[in-house]
């Protein structure tokens, strides 16, 4: 069974930085991407970044390049999400989520967190 809990949400001025972690809980994702997506009230979910488990490569949405950087800690099993430069744009709901790589990047996603909340004032 996985699970994927999210933590590190909060209420950041523009132009500040936060660091997401995602906390995952299973045997092994060997074959997987673990990626971020957030939604902001009102509109669809959106992609945000994805890491391959193995190997660590990486993928960004335009959005964020150059100020989001991915990572993850295999040892310890968790995911993280460093923004840089925070924009009021950038405030909704993060979801990490985990997804087969079929394809690079991964073409859905097959388990989910629960979401934590940025909030970025202007």
């Known amino acids: 069974q996985v699970q994927l809990v999210e933590s590190g949400g909060g209420l950041v001025q523009a132009g500040g930085s936060l660091r997401l972690s995602c906390a995952a809980s299973a045997r092994t994702f060997s074959g997987y991407g673990l990626g971020w997506f957030r939604q902001a009230p009102g509109k669809e979910r959106d992609f945000v970044s994805v890491i391959t488990w193995t190997g660590g490569y990486t993928y960004y949405a335009d959005s964020v390049k150059g100020r989001f950087t991915i990572s993850r800690d295999v040892a310890e099993s968790t995911l993280y999400l460093q923004m840089n430069t925070l924009k009021s744009e950038d405030t909704a709901v993060y979801f990490c989520?985990?997804?087969?790589?079929?394809?690079?990047?991964?073409?859905?996603?097959?388990?989910w967190g629960q979401g934590t909340q940025v909030t970025v004032s202007s």
């Open positions: 989520a985990a997804g087969f790589l079929d394809a690079w990047p991964p073409r859905s996603y097959d388990y």
